[in-house]
Each structure stands twice: as C-alpha cells, then as structure tokens.
C-alpha cells in the first residue's frame, strides 16, 4: 500500500542546460532530490486521502526529471487545490500511449486510495512520444511495446515489427536497418498514437466516468 512512510528519496544525476553547457564551454551536471514511492513513481504533495482524483501521465516532462518536488506540474496543479485533492504523477520517463494506458486500463490508481472517484487523467504530450510506443533496446524490448489486455501484456503490432523482436540485440540492424524501419512506419505511428488517445478518452468514460484532458 502506499503511505508518506514508505516514500524513498533518491538522488538523480541529470544534464544541465544545453545553454550552461555552451556558456562554460564544458559538460556540466545538477544533482536533485525527489520523493518517490517503491515503485519509482513520482510523489505529489496531496490528500491521500481525498476521494477526488487527479492522475498525470506523460513521461519525463510531466514526472519533472531534473525538478524539485515543489517545481513539478502536479505539484503546482495540487496547489491550485490547497493541496486537499488526490494527486497522482503516473509519468514516467521514455514513455509513450501505450505505458499511460496500461496505467488507465489497470487498477493501478486505486493502490493510492481504493475509495478514490477519478475525476480528470490529464496526458501531456509532446512530440518525440509519437515513435516511442515502438522503441527497442539493444539489450530489451521497452515497455512500452506492449499494451494491457484482458489482464495479460500483447506485444503492439506494427508493419515489419517482427524484425525489431527477431533483431533486438544485433548492433548491425539497429546501425543500418532500424532507422529505415521507423521512417517507414512514421504515418502508422502517428495514427497509432492519435487512436490510442482515443482509447485513453473511452476508457477514461467508461472505466472511470472521468474525462481526459490532453495538453499540447
């Protein structure tokens, strides 16, 4: 269960500004300390306790990679509330649709508060999210390949997607041959992206008699 108590904090080394980094002439770095929870989720200064809720989903823009707690978007959406409303940052860095709809269509929001009403999911996006649904690792197939049905994780399908799986570890393909595969695919990632916002704002309705909010 998730509680105040069992929050850890973890000191996370980013990259400074490309500016600083210009001005100095020289690479430089910023340290940050941020709660968050065993499971590496964000922690958002809210009631736990609220039946009203509030989830964030997006990726590292919206997790606030590189902030303080008090300088992230939820923090200052919670505020807007007195801090008395549920708050939750499901972002996470990298991700993509398909890690926010796994969030969406599990129940995982309810470990916050089992009693909790989901008023609003709010998804930010930006545009590098549209190809990163299909992303792989040299070394591993990143989460956010797979989508949460029926309780079980697919694979999402795309056109020649199975020499991504057959490849994954070979340097030569990811050297010479997966550029040409994602630039093929472009307009089928941009309508898979825009079909799973749709599935979002159903099942936000649905599941949830909540809305979703997409911030561009």
């Known amino acids: 269960s998730f509680s105040i108590d069992n929050l850890d904090t973890e000191t996370i080394k980013v990259r400074a500004s490309i500016r600083e980094i210009e001005k100095n002439d020289k690479e430089q770095f910023i340290y940050y ?4 929870y065993s499971n590496f989720f964000r922690y958002t200064e809210s009631n736990l306790n609220s039946n009203d809720g509030f989830v964030f989903l997006g990726c590292s823009f919206t997790y606030g990679a590189g902030l303080y707690d008090k ?21 996470m860095g990298g991700r ?4 926010a709809f796994n969030i969406m269509e599990s129940d995982f929001v309810y470990k916050f508060n089992k009693d909790v009403k989901i008023k609003y999911f709010i998804y930010s996006v930006i545009q590098d999210q549209i190809n990163r649904n299909f992303n792989v690792s040299t070394f591993y197939l990143n989460d956010d390949n797979f989508i949460l049905k029926n309780g079980n994780f697919i694979r999402a399908k795309e056109p020649l997607g199975f020499l991504k799986v057959i490849f994954k570890k070979s340097y030569i393909f990811h050297r010479f041959f997966i550029d040409f595969i994602n630039n093929r695919n472009k307009e089928f990632y941009k309508q898979y992206f825009i079909n799973t916002l749709i599935k979002m704002k159903n099942l936000a309705i649905e599941k949830y008699n909540a809305e979703l909010i997409v911030v561009l």
């Not at 300390?33 to 968050?36: A, D, G, P, T």
């Not at 993509?96 to 890690?99: A, E, I, Q, S």
């Open 96 to 99: 993509g649709t398909n890690f």
């Open 33 to 36: 300390q941020c709660k968050i």
């Open 71 to 91: 300088e992230t978007l939820p923090y200052y959406f919670s505020q807007l509330y007195n801090f008395d409303k549920l708050v939750i940052n499901c972002s």
